[in-house]
């Protein structure tokens, strides 16, 4: 059976923090559509990389992963069939949204599946845009079937249901015979995102002009350029071990790059507004640390989605009140992940209370052990792991080996490394 039992016990050392999904997917989509030799190094094979290299091998790409050195070794692109071709996007939201627009850049006849809950998300906005552009599509029993090629002209898409929709026009629409503009429907969510996308984009050769998240012009009949490119760590994986420290476990986060534009990276921010320490040691390490003056803040969700759930549990142990707003978009992740971090913080003790799109949590100095659920999440279960640092009694986790594969498969391996003591 696929369970974690974590007797609590205090974190201490250095881990290396992944490398980050959000650069990863991208510069593997970019080093592909360049169709020259090159590589990207400090790749780790998660369930959702490997799901973005599945699709990649599909579409012609050709791809080799060494994994003494972590690096992706890419050569000229082949042929594809030209029958209509299967996207396997396992439960990636990234590799699905992100390659419906390249694919119909490339081929007319194409259909994406996916596993888990990944094809009842949203695709509304890709879906008026198939109905401007002639495209035709179906989605029948968790498969999505296109026919038509993507064509340049202006794009119009909701701001606030995801970015990721952006990044794929964004991927694709340079490389069409024509220029092409994307106009924004309402204000831009999420747009460290969109940073993640340009500053690739640009890396490669890919020139897009930003108009204040508003508005994206496109010139047609771009190439990419190959490149050999590094990937930096994962904020979004390193808060974490950031709230541990700031729990009072001892850890140091290496592999980060201090200057980097991810927009999770503000959970050094969140820390210290709730009154935590944050120190870099150089400028790849950072630590956090515990202080008795932790107190309850509120948090804007909108443009950090993914640190809900480890915030949440970072707030749980914060003096008086705090609330995490403009959350209602964590409602179409992997789970519902406000229901599902209320339901698992609330076992252990916690007060936290939800609403459509809030989180208001009033914090405690301890927590109790309980038998926990993953929701085949892997931020509810690394969430909870960290929660269990400072719970009386052992926490259980079902379903959490499986979970965390979509996105850090060594998570467990490392907090035991740390000295957890994980059965």
């Known amino acids: 059976m696929d369970m974690v039992t974590i007797t609590p016990t205090p974190l ?9 999904k959000s650069f990863a997917h991208r510069a593997i989509i970019s080093a592909f559509l360049s169709n020259s030799p ?44 030209s029958k209509k071709l299967v996207l396997d996007c396992g439960e990636s939201g990234s590799t699905l949204r992100f390659f419906v627009p390249i694919a119909l850049a490339l081929t007319d006849n194409i259909s994406f599946k996916g596993h888990g809950k990944l094809m009842e998300r949203p695709l509304d906005p890709y879906f008026k845009i198939f109905d401007t552009n002639g495209i035709k599509y179906s989605l029948n029993k968790g498969v999505l079937s296109l026919s038509g090629k993507l064509t340049p002209g202006e794009f119009s898409v909701p701001g606030d249901v995801s970015s990721q929709f952006v990044t794929g026009l964004l991927f694709a ?51 990419y350029s190959a490149t050999n490119y590094t990937v930096e760590g994962d904020f ?11 729990l009072g476990c001892d850890i140091a986060c290496r592999g980060l790059n201090q200057g980097s534009i991810q927009g999770d990276k503000k959970i050094i921010d969140i820390l210290e507004n709730a009154g935590a320490t944050t120190k870099w040691i150089d400028d790849n390490t950072v630590r956090a640390f515990a202080s008795a003056q932790m107190h309850g803040i509120v948090v804007d969700a909108d443009e950090i989605p993914d640190l809900v759930p480890i915030v949440s549990v970072l707030l749980s142990f914060c003096k008086g009140k705090s609330r995490i707003e403009n959350a209602g978009r964590l409602r179409i992740k992997e789970s519902d992940r406000l229901a599902a971090i209320t339901s698992e913080l ?24 309980a038998d926990l659920s993953s929701w085949n999440d892997h931020r509810i279960t690394m969430a909870a792991a960290i929660a269990s640092c400072r719970c ?3 926490v259980t986790i079902s379903g959490a080996k499986k979970a965390v594969t979509k996105s850090y498969p060594m998570f467990f391996d490392d907090y035991i490394k740390l000295g957890g003591n994980v059965k």
């Not at 201490?12 to 980050?20: K, L, Q, Y």
């Not at 007060?351 to 949590?361: A, H, P, R, S, V």
């Open 12 to 20: 201490c050392g250095t881990v290396n923090i992944p490398p980050s």
């Open 38 to 81: 090159c590589t990207v190094s400090n790749i780790e094979l998660s369930k959702d990389i490997e799901a973005t290299l599945s699709c990649v091998k599909a579409l012609g790409g050709n791809w080799a992963f060494d994994k003494k050195t972590k690096k992706l070794s890419f050569k000229k692109t082949s042929s594809f069939s």
């Open 173 to 223: 629409l340079p490389i069409l015979g024509g220029d092409s503009v994307i106009k924004i429907e309402g204000n831009l969510s999420s747009k460290g995102y969109i940073d993640i996308t340009l500053d690739v984009l640009k890396t490669f050769g890919i020139d897009i002009e930003n108009f204040d998240y508003s508005t994206f012009i496109i010139k047609g009949n771009q190439k």
């Open 236 to 246: 979004s994986q390193a808060a974490f071990f950031l709230v541990a420290g700031a």
């Open 346 to 369: 609330k076992k252990t003790g916690a007060d936290i209370t939800e609403g459509y799109d809030f989180l208001e949590i009033t914090g405690k100095q301890i927590l109790k052990g």
């Open 392 to 394: 009386e009694g052992s």
